[in-house]
């Protein structure tokens, strides 16, 4: 990744518009979240996908998911890039390899880390360019993105969570087990929530969408709906 000066300052007024979307995993938050960046014709920001890159280089490097400072280290001098919706490693295209289960659990655990989280803040308020930028994650309209135009935060069960990925796996053709997967997602979202740092918990004034029982098509239009005018086209 390459070294930006990291601003603390959480009020530093982004250089652009920024629409956060954040909320627990399956929650549908990367597909709106797309969906409304080609909508706006902003910058997307999938920030999982940077704890996912430093899982999977961290988990390659044989490091300890739980020595903080080694891996904040690593996020410091992390080669990665996003390319479209390519995230590339010293060059070599992840994307793939970051979207299994144990990526996901490993970018679960890195995350908890002071360290890493200090080094992935400069380079996610970098990415508030013009015209505008949409940020998806767990804290970006708590921490990263404190003074967004809009923050949303889209929940939804955990066992309907765990089913829409069981439907994606198996549409892959890949093999799947809804209790293995409702388990490990109780996991993630235990530690997600319960982690000292940025917690996942909705920003005091986000937008909170369950979408349990909604479509893609509901949900994009309500968080359409919740847009100001001065965005909306
Ligand atoms: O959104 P995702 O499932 O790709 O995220 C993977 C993990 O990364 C998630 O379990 C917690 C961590 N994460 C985080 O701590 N903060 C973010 N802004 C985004 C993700």
């Given at each position: 990744m390459a070294p930006e000066p990291i601003t603390t300052d959480q009020a530093a007024a982004p250089t652009a518009p920024v629409i956060t979307i954040d909320g627990p995993s399956g929650c549908g938050k990367g597909t709106i979240a797309a969906r409304l960046a080609e909508w706006l014709g902003w910058h997307l920001l999938d920030s999982g996908a940077l704890y996912r890159g430093l899982g999977y280089a961290a988990a390659n490097a044989g490091l300890?998911?739980?020595d903080g400072e080694a891996l904040g280290a690593l996020a410091q001098q992390l080669d990665l890039h996003c390319v479209g919706s390519q995230l590339l490693l010293a060059g070599t295209d992840i994307s793939a390899d970051i979207r299994t289960e144990v990526a996901a659990a490993a970018a679960s655990r890195v995350a908890c880390h002071a360290q890493v989280r200090q080094a992935m803040l400069g380079w996610q308020r970098n990415a508030a360019q013009p015209p505008g930028l949409v940020a998806d994650g767990r804290d970006m309209g708590t921490v990263v993105f404190t003074a967004a135009l809009v923050k949303f935060y889209l929940d939804a069960s955990a066992e309907e969570r765990a089913k829409r990925r069981y439907k994606q796996l198996k549409d892959k053709g890949a093999d799947a087990n809804l209790a293995t997967l409702i388990d490990d997602l109780r996991q993630r979202d235990a530690r997600d929530r319960q982690?000292?740092?940025?917690?996942l918990l909705p920003a005091s004034d986000a937008v909170v969408i369950?979408?349990?029982?909604?479509s893609v098509d509901a949900v994009f239009a309500e968080v359409i709906r919740a847009l100001p005018a001065s965005v909306r086209r």
């Open positions: 300890d998911l739980d982690r000292a740092l940025s917690p369950d979408t349990t029982t909604m």
